[in-house]
């Protein structure tokens, strides 16, 4: 527990930044009868009974001092998926950094070795000693703050019911959006008004 209040504690390094990453399952629901949308006077109707789609898995990054995030489904949440979004991560996102401070749960594919899986031996490798995982302790993955990201999405841009994985992604990236445009952090405080303080 000490060790992620640390990496909480560290002051903010553009070159070593502190990541948080975390993911859900989801639900992906149709209607079987048409909804009735809202009128003057009606709310918006929609029946009980809905269509099991299937499901997939939200992934979320989140780098809380910046107040940047990043979330994106994918249809299975596999080594080979958690290792494509950690090279999406380190390459897209971040390719300038020496070292990435991930904070994450202990789920079974969160492993190093997941990367070896979907990667030749020496790029694995490369990924590798661009990492500084600290994982959560056991019955406290309520301490990453990427949990709150996924609440927030969760409340905010996934109350309805959608039926399929583009149409996700599509609502992910439009709330993604919208919260990196207002540098909105956990804290509730913007990253400018935090370096006026400073």
Known sequence: MEDILDVYALPYNPNIPVICMDEQPCHLLSHKAEPIAMKPGQTYREDYEYKREGTCSIFVFTEPLKGWRHIEAR??????????????????????????????????????????????????????????????????????????????????????????????????????KTRNESKNISTGTSQQSRQEVS
Request: proline share 3%; aromatic share 10%; net charge neutral.
């Open 75 to 176: 249809k299975r949440r596999t080594m080979i998926d958690w290792a494509n979004q950690i090279d999406q991560l380190l390459n897209v996102y971040y390719p300038e950094a020496e070292l990435i401070r991930l904070v994450m749960d202990n789920l079974n594919t969160h492993k190093i070795g997941s990367l070896y899986q979907a990667f030749t031996a020496e790029y694995a490798r490369y990924m590798a000693k661009r990492l500084a995982i600290h994982y959560t302790p056991k019955h406290g993955s309520w301490r990453n703050i990427a949990e709150i990201e996924l609440s927030a999405v969760t409340q905010q841009s996934l109350s309805q019911r959608i039926p399929d994985i583009e149409s996700l992604n599509g609502q992910l990236a439009a709330w993604e």
